[in-house]
Each structure stands twice: as structure tokens, then as C-alpha cells.
């Protein structure tokens, strides 16, 4: 895993190019370790911060050139199916210099030209220079596993995998964009391909972008698509389906423990982890080390499931106890890392889980992440479904109580009358063929946090709706598929990449320079798992079924049959002790004030509140993690500069 | 009393569930569902805020959007269950 940056353009010139590079790439060092190459051709430039994994020589260094020079690639990620696609190129008559999977990239692109990326089977962030045709070439995995970020500056392209490294070259400045905080304070993520940084986009996962002529175009090359609801369902009996999916999953898993260094797993004791981790500890060449994350708070506290799994599995297990000040202490470097405000913290566990990944000496770990937006293991998903069989009979007082069943966790919930959670959950229902249907009340109860805009901010985005705007990008065929499946769509192609791979994936990963791999977004597993029937993903209330049906014989009974534990972490609640004393100061009405963005005398309420008890709800907590990130935010990237200015939304 | 009863519910609520920004309008009708100033938390402490401040006590079947939802309907909740007797919905 590693680093990339490069820019395309008349802007830098050639003797101060390549300072340039080395600071952009300065910016990623977390990322890359290993090793630091950059190159400088005429009008680009290409840097690289290198974290081996495949062929750890340096005839594997990066920015590599093809035999002939013509072609330069800087590239982040793995290709895991490479060693059939060398064998294909190989049988094409092609020779290859290295073992690595970068050379095969770039054989794949003088072969195919840009259909090379249809061939990839990986995660992967990259840039090829073409010198014949003067075009950069950017390209990002279909699921947006690795970030890939642009900018223009006067007539120049610049590229990076993360912004920070944008914001070392002159000009590119970190002005936040309010429009990119609504879409957080409403989606949880901004609407790729805008970023938190007005001017700098990203590149939308499964898209490749030519820059020629100084001009960009773009192309989506893959899909996430559903047969429409009326095709007739797949005729092969249950078995049978979930024996494909088990096929796919093991392979998938056996074709990202490639390696030339050891490979581990996480391991959280539910479902998905436990299903990759058995496969792992099947398929690699010595005894799995595993890797889990325990609370002192019982209620967030998977530890015995994941002690009886590793146990059963024979794995070598690693855990990490994560008390309050755990969080607090590391939130600040969590929002460097993630580039961006976030409503939970729930990323700084898992930012202290890849720091002991690193500690044992790992670069490499396998996660379950992705299960359940493919096979429909959300409470959401079960949520719309309950929310559309009460909407069918309003008067009911009997099924709203469904709501109770599948929030156990909740309290709050548990306490409620049938009219209020009618109430809570009943928001849209009036409307079914509204193509945000599933995810209103999470929407709604988050945008309860914008209460505390400021007064600057709420005339920014007079008159936006960041919902519309989201509604507005969903392709044509969203409307002819089944509700399960159209709710599927929005978890996996929006807060999948924006930030569950993102800000609790790559970014608290490579902030301790570890590569996480998802055998369940492999794309093979994902096209069979959105052709299977919605029942068999979600049947009646159970989650997962047809996951559950292929992994038997895997897996110990307790764990196949349990219900999903959703991953959450103390909020409000963890920062209330001496390792959350800079919170004081963040939240304090001249800090919120000089950053503009939130209601100073509103902030610092929230804060007394916080400090009298932990905050209970959902948006008070939301609004907590979401002040204090963007203030960290401001502080780390912007430095006071960025005083909300009054625009109009746009 | 009325009034004040109304009067305390509105302060109770601009503080503890808008924080003290009484700019919003908050109008003694406005849905607090709908408005997004109430979620399954925030209605807990409303019922204690009410048990605690107003001395009564709250049935479970009480606690529903048509004595509780908007400010006007809390203080005519309230209103009955201080003159007792009154039938109330749920």
C-alpha cells in the first residue's frame, strides 16, 4: 500500500518540480515507509511513498517505466488477481522485468489501452502518464477502497491520495466548503465527488478520468446494478446460491492473502469478520493472527464472541481495550487522518486497532467490511421494511412494537409507546415511492445536529437541500428495482466509500501504514449477491440469510446464528476526563465563534450538558462529534483562515 | 397559570433541546417530531422535566405525540393531569 502525488500541467516549473513532489509526498509519509521515488518529465510529474508488499526489491520501485519509457505509472494499492492477468499477458507474448503487481498494470494499459481497468480485480488508486499522446491517466476501484483526490490550479492537474498533500502546493488552499459540511451533517459523508475542500474533488470510486489538452473528462467503467423488481427471480434452490457464494468468497479471500508478507485479520466476533477469518486461517501458510477490539463499556463489548472465535479458529489473538480516554486521546489524530468531519467516533478504536496490527509487526490484515451492505445486514434495511408494513395500516398499535425488535440496544427506544415510535419511524412513509425512503429517519434525526449551524452558515445554504442533491446522481435504473435493493444502492455507493472505507477504513489504516482487504467487495461476490432475491438477503427480520446459509459448517453454531451487534463506540461519553481537556478549549465560544461555522452559546450548552451527564440521543451525540471534528478540523487544515463566508449556495 | 405553565415547557425546551438559541421560532403548535427537536432520548426527559417541575406523575400509555408533541398540547396535558380526573388520550 502506499502513497501517490503528480501533477499534469505548465504551472510547475522544472527546477522547483521536484521539491515540490518530495513535499507532496512528505505529506503521505504515513503511507509509504518503505521507500520514496519521484519522477519529472516534461509538463508532469509523478512522487510515490512506497509500503512493500508484493516484490519487496527495488526493481519494484515506483513512479516505474514501461521498457521503453513511453508509459510512467505511480500507483497505490494490490491487483490480487495479477498472477492470472501476467499469465495472460505472458501468453500474449509480453515479457515482464519484476514480479510485481504495478508492472503488470502497466503492461495491462499497453495492451488494452484504458479498458486495462475493466481487467483489475483489486483496490487500488493510480496514474499513468502516456507520453506518446500527452494524457494523464487517474483510476479508482469500483468500490472506492483507495482515495484518489484533484485539484486545478491555473492550467495545472494535480493528483493526490490524500488532500493534505494537495495543500502543499502554492495556491490550493483548505477552504472549507459548506456545502460539503451540509451533506455531512445529513449523509455522513459528502456527495462524491465534492470534498470538505472547496476546489478539490475526488475521483468517484469505479470512475477513470483521461487529462488531455488540459482538459479532464471522466467515464464511470463498473456499475453496482440490480435486476429490475419484476425480472423474474434466479430458479436455483437455496442450496445452491449459497454454495456460489461461498465459492466466491473463499476465493475471493484466497486471492487477497497474496502476498510476499504475512497476511492477518480482524476479527470483531460477528458474522462477516468470523466468516473471513475462518476462510483465512483455512487458506494461509502458518497460523492466522487475528485482531479485535474490546470495550471497558459492556454495551459496546464484543470480546467473549471474539475470544470463543479465535478459540475455535486456533488463530493468534490480539486485542485492543479501548476505554474512554482511549478515543479522546487520538480523536484529534483520527480527523487529521480523515481528511474530514465526522458525526461518530467510532473510527478512533479502529485508528487504535491498526496501530497494534503495526506494533505486532503486520502491514497486512483481511476485514469483514462490506457484508453488510451486499448481503443487507443493516438495521436500516430491516427498518424500511418495517416502516413500509406499518405505512400499509397507519391505525395499527401493534406494529409499530417491530420497531423494539430490532433496536435492542437502543434504550430510548425500548421505552417508547407504539404512537411515538410511529411517530419517530413514520417520517416519509407518506411517500413510498421516494427514492430516499430508507434512509429518511437516519437522515432526519442526523440533520436534528444542523440545529446548531450559525447564523453565517444557514445563510450559505439558504435555499440547498443536501438529500436533493444526493436523490439527483442516482442512476435511471433506481426506480425499476426492488426497495431492499434500492436502499442496498445508497449504503454501498455512498457511505460504503465516503465512510466506512474511508474514515474507519483506509485512512485510520494507513495512518499506521496498514492495508486492509475486503474479500466481501470482491466485484465477482457483489454482482452474484445483487442478482439474489431481497428475501433470501433479508428474510422476514433476519439479516444475512443466504451469508449465514453459505458459511455453515464454518463457523460455530452461536456465531452463524447470532444477530448482528451493529460496531459502535462510546461518543460524548468518551470525552469527559483529563485526556479530553483540549475540547474545553476547541468548544470554547471563542473558538467556535473565530471558526464561524456553529452557534457559539449553542456549542458551549452542548458542552456544559456533555459535562453534567453523557449525552443520551443520537442527534446530541451526533452534534457533539460533529462540532468537535470540524473545529479539529479547522485547527489542523485551515488554521483559523477559513471564517464562514456568507455565500450563497451553489 | 396556563400561560406560565407554557412559559416553563418553552424554557425548558429552548434549553435543553435548543440549547439556548432562541432565535428559532417555536411556536406553541410547532410539531416537535417533525422539527427534529425531539428524538426517543428527548422524550424521556421531557417526561421526567414534567414529573420533577409539575409534580405529576406520567402513565406509559400517556406518553404519546397527542399530549406530548407540541408545547401547547404538553401544557394542556399538563393542565388536566393537575386537575386530575380529566380524561386524557392513550
Same mark, same amino acid.
Given at each position: 500500500m502506499c502513497g501517490i502525488v503528480g501533477y499534469v500541467g505548465t504551472e510547475v516549473r522544472a527546477a522547483g518540480a521536484a521539491a515540490l513532489l518530495r513535499r507532496m509526498c512528505g505529506a503521505l509519509a504515513h503511507r509509504g515507509p518503505d521507500g520514496e521515488g519521484v519522477h519529472v518529465g516534461v509538463g508532469m510529474g509523478f512522487g510515490h511513498r512506497r509500503l512493500s508488499v508484493i516484490d519487496l526489491s527495488a526493481g519494484a520501485a515506483q513512479p516505474m517505466a514501461s521498457a521503453d519509457g513511453a508509459l510512467c505509472i505511480t500507483y497505490n494499492g494490490e491487483i490480487f488477481n495479477h498472477v492470472e492477468l501476467r499469465d495472460m499477458l505472458e501468453a500474449r507474448g509480453r515479457r515482464f522485468r519484476s514480479t510485481s503487481d504495478t508492472e503488470v498494470v502497466l503492461q495491462l494499459y499497453e495492451e488494452f489501452g484504458t479498458d486495462f481497468v475493466t481487467h483489475l480485480n483489486g483496490d487500488f488508486a493510480l496514474a499513468i502518464w502516456d507520453e506518446r499522446r500527452r494524457c494523464l491517466v487517474l483510476a479508482r476501484d469500483r468500490m472506492g477502497v483507495r482515495p484518489l483526490f484533484h485539484a486545478w490550479r491555473g492550467n495545472t492537474f494535480y493528483f493526490a491520495s490524500e488532500m493534505k498533500a494537495l495543500l502543499?502546493?502554492? %495556491?490550493i488552499d483548505a477552504e472549507i466548503d459548506p456545502l460539503a459540511l451540509d451533506q455531512i451533517f445529513t449523509l455522513w459523508a459528502p456527495v462524491s465527488p465534492r470534498t470538505i475542500i472547496r476546489g478539490v474533488s475526488e475521483l468517484p470510486p469505479a470512475h477513470i478520468m483521461m487529462i488531455e489538452n488540459g482538459e479532464a473528462r471522466s467515464r464511470r467503467y463498473w456499475s453496482l446494478d440490480f435486476p429490475d423488481a419484476d425480472e423474474r427471480a434466479d430458479g436455483r434452490s437455496e442450496a445452491a446460491i449459497a454454495e456460489e457464494v461461498l465459492a466466491l468468497l473463499e476465493d475471493a479471500t484466497r486471492i487477497r492473502l497474496r502476498a510476499d508478507v504475512e497476511v492477518g485479520s480482524f476479527l470483531s466476533g460477528g458474522l462477516d469478520s468470523s466468516a473471513v477469518s475462518a476462510l483465512a486461517a483455512r487458506l494461509a501458510p502458518g497460523r492466522l493472527r487475528t485482531f479485535a477490539v474490546a470495550f471497558d463499556d459492556p454495551e459496546f463489548d464484543e470480546s467473549d464472541w471474539q475470544a470463543a472465535m479465535a478459540a475455535a479458529l486456533g488463530t493468534e489473538h490480539h486485542t485492543i481495550r479501548c476505554g474512554a480516554d482511549g478515543i479522546a486521546a487520538v480523536f484529534p489524530d483520527v480527523v487529521r487522518h480523515a481528511e474530514q468531519p465526522i458525526? =461518530?467516533?467510532?473510527p478512533a478504536p479502529l485508528y487504535r486497532l491498526a496501530g497494534l496490527v503495526r506494533e505486532t509487526g503486520l502491514k497486512v490484515v483481511l476485514t469483514g467490511e462490506g457484508a453488510d451492505e451486499i448481503f443487507a445486514g443493516y438495521d436500516l434495511f430491516k427498518e424500511a421494511r418495517i416502516r413500509r408494513f406499518c405505512a400499509r395500516q397507519p391505525s395499527s398499535a401493534i406494529r409499530p412494537h417491530l420497531f423494539r425488535r430490532i433496536y435492542p440496544y437502543l434504550p430510548g427506544l425500548q421505552q417508547q409507546t407504539p404512537q411515538y415510535l410511529a411517530a419517530f419511524f413514520g417520517v416519509g412513509t407518506d411517500d413510498p415511492a421516494d427514492p430516499l425512503f430508507s434512509h429518511r429517519p437516519r437522515m432526519q434525526t442526523t440533520a %436534528? $445536529?444542523? *440545529?446548531? #449551524?450559525s447564523d453565517d452558515l444557514r445563510a450559505a445554504l439558504r435555499g440547498y437541500d443536501a438529500a436533493e442533491e444526493f436523490a439527483a446522481c442516482?442512476? &435511471? $435504473?433506481?426506480? =425499476?428495482?426492488h426497495p431492499q435493493h434500492q436502499a442496498q444502492y445508497l449504503e454501498t455507493s455512498?457511505? *460504503?466509500? %465516503? #465512510?466506512?472505507? &474511508? &474514515?474507519? %477504513?483506509d485512512r485510520v489504516a494507513m495512518a499506521h501504514c496498514v492495508e486492509t482487504r475486503f474479500p466481501f467487495l470482491d466485484h465477482r461476490l457483489i454482482e452474484c449477491a445483487a442478482r439474489i432475491a431481497p428475501g433470501l438477503k433479508l428474510r422476514g427480520l433476519r439479516e444475512k440469510h443466504i451469508l449465514r446459509e453459505a458459511v455453515e459448517g464454518l463457523l460455530p453454531g452461536e456465531i452463524r446464528g447470532r444477530p448482528k451487534q451493529p460496531y459502535r463506540a462510546p461518543d460524548s461519553a468518551a470525552f469527559r476526563d483529563q485526556a479530553a481537556a483540549y475540547v474545553d478549549d476547541l468548544l470554547s465560544p471563542a473558538s467556535v465563534g473565530a471558526a464561524g461555522l456553529f452557534n457559539p452559546v449553542a456549542a458551549a450548552r452542548l458542552l456544559a450538558k456533555s459535562r453534567r451527564a453523557?449525552? $443520551?440521543?443520537f442527534r446530541d451525540n451526533a452534534a457533539f462529534a460533529g462540532i468537535l471534528s470540524t473545529q479539529l478540523w479547522v485547527r489542523e487544515f485551515a488554521a483559523g483562515a477559513t471564517r464562514m463566508r456568507a455565500q450563497p449556495a451553489a | 397559570m396556563s400561560q406560565s405553565v407554557q412559559s416553563e415547557i418553552r424554557a425548558f425546551i429552548v434549553e435543553n433541546f435548543l440549547f439556548g438559541d432562541d432565535s428559532q421560532p417555536l411556536d406553541p403548535d410547532m410539531s416537535l417530531i417533525d422539527n427534529d427537536l425531539v428524538d426517543s432520548t428527548g422524550i424521556l426527559e421531557l417526561v421526567s422535566f414534567l414529573e420533577q417541575r409539575f409534580g405529576i406523575a406520567v402513565a406509559d400509555a400517556e406518553i404519546v405525540p397527542a399530549n406530548l408533541d407540541t408545547i401547547g398540547r404538553i401544557a394542556a396535558y399538563v393542565g388536566h393531569k393537575r386537575a386530575d380526573g380529566t380524561r386524557l388520550a392513550g
Open positions: 502543499q502546493v502554492p %495556491g458525526l =461518530r467516533t467510532a %436534528g $445536529a444542523k *440545529l446548531f #449551524y442516482l442512476p &435511471s $435504473a433506481f426506480t =425499476r428495482w455512498h457511505l *460504503l466509500p %465516503g #465512510y466506512i472505507l &474511508s &474514515s474507519q %477504513g453523557p449525552l $443520551a440521543g | -
